[in-house]
């Protein structure tokens, strides 16, 4: 038996999330479904690096699983690919340590969060971002962005009916850029609470429209209230952009 | 009665082309129906700049109709767009001249098909492009697009079934351009033939795989025959990118 990492992209609108559910298809059940026919193995088990929401999209996704096929790393990908639907495909295979673990061995993950900034709608990007017709003060934004760099416990940014205990996080980078109408809100931790990204965009979007002062998200933090902190943005506009199992790629 | 200019941008993914069909719903169709809501108006009709095929997107595209609404011309893409599905979103409208016509005033067109030219698919370009595994050669591209510019019989670059007398059409600019693994192959000319850009490209494509040589172009041209060329690229990777009013946009 040898261990797998396998990085996959999606585009999670059709998808329940990562992790198979009750109701819905999950990325995670098309994904081990593939797996098990390609390596005609019924009990192959793949275990994600993370459970992404519904509507969520991945750039990087990573899982790994165990297996003694035969078929070199460097093809699975692309046998794996003729299996799979469009919206779900198999960038790269590698062989890994029978110990690496697709969670437990990430160092940190970066998330990307999408706006499109314009009065007016696009067809092709209303799958893949937030519309905020507003203009945003991309750097009142940034400046907010700071206040969450750091080693703090985000239970306020934690959505309620999550069972995590330990609600500390470091935040590495957060940070808003604009190219065009297109607003791209980058956050790298080495952890995330539920729906963490999603309250933090939440606040930011909060503190443009004034609803929040940036003076105030340091007692927002120590709050520990989730109330205090701003809504929960839509997920569609969420990417998992990447996933770091290596230090040296975070700083 | 006022006669209008609406720029609408759409995904075709979903729908049998611009227009109306027996079978399939079309974006014209969606369009007239907003707007006979809008504007409370049975009689309502809508002329496209022109007929786009099953799966081709636009991110231009015109169409002209003819109202009595009090509706401030600028309020209208707002007011549409609440009534559009998310894959169909007008971006501009305003009034023109009583004879301006959506089709016969158009100076030109320009279309863009976009290649994925990587061996690995991408789920976010997947309806957006045609993937090409084997790496394209640019240069050589660009010297075969070179041969299409100017005016021409383009016959052979006519779908049959088309009812069209003269195809003698001008191509004003023929050209590819690579960004990474993204392939762009931009045409703009007086008029297209049907299928004509999806021709030209599935004809580029057989130049760079060797099926045809560059030296060859002007043989197919003058040859008038359809046989001749290459093969009809699929519609998802075209895009009616720009519709030129003004001869001045063109050059």
Redesign the interface.
């Known amino acids: 038996m040898s261990r797998y990492l396998l990085t996959i992209?999606?585009?999670g609108s059709n998808y329940c999330g990562w992790q198979v559910q009750p109701n819905g298809v999950s990325v995670q059940y098309i994904i081990q479904t593939a797996l098990k026919e390609l390596l005609n193995d019924n009990s192959v088990c793949v275990t994600g690096c993370s459970r992404t929401d519904a509507g969520v999209?991945a750039?990087m996704f990573c899982l790994h699983f165990d297996s003694d096929t035969t078929i070199p790393e460097e093809k699975i990908?692309?046998a794996l690919?003729v299996r799979l639907p469009?919206?779900?495909?198999?960038?790269e295979c590698k062989r890994v340590a029978d110990d690496f673990h697709a969670r437990y061995s990430s160092k940190g993950k970066t998330y990307i969060y999408r706006i499109l900034n314009s009065?007016?709608?696009?067809?092709?990007k209303?799958?893949?971002s937030l519309q905020i017709a507003k203009p945003i003060d991309i750097n009142l934004m940034n400046v907010a962005c700071k206040k969450f760099v750091g080693t703090h416990d985000f239970a306020a940014f934690c959505s309620v009916g999550s069972s995590v205990v330990d609600t500390v996080r470091t935040v590495y980078a957060c940070s808003a850029d604009r190219n065009g109408d297109d607003i791209f809100i980058s956050i790298t931790a080495n952890g995330f609470l539920y729906n963490m990204v999603r309250i933090i965009v939440g606040t930011l979007l909060e503190v443009d429209s004034g609803k929040i002062l940036v003076e105030d998200i340091d007692n927002i933090i120590t709050s520990k209230d989730r109330n205090c902190a701003g809504h929960t943005v839509k997920p569609h506009g969420l990417f998992l952009e990447r996933v770091h199992y290596n230090e040296m790629d975070i700083c």
Request: proline share 17%.
């Open positions: 992209k999606y585009d999209h750039n990908p692309f690919n469009l919206d779900i495909k198999a960038i009065p007016l709608p696009d067809p092709f209303s799958k893949y």
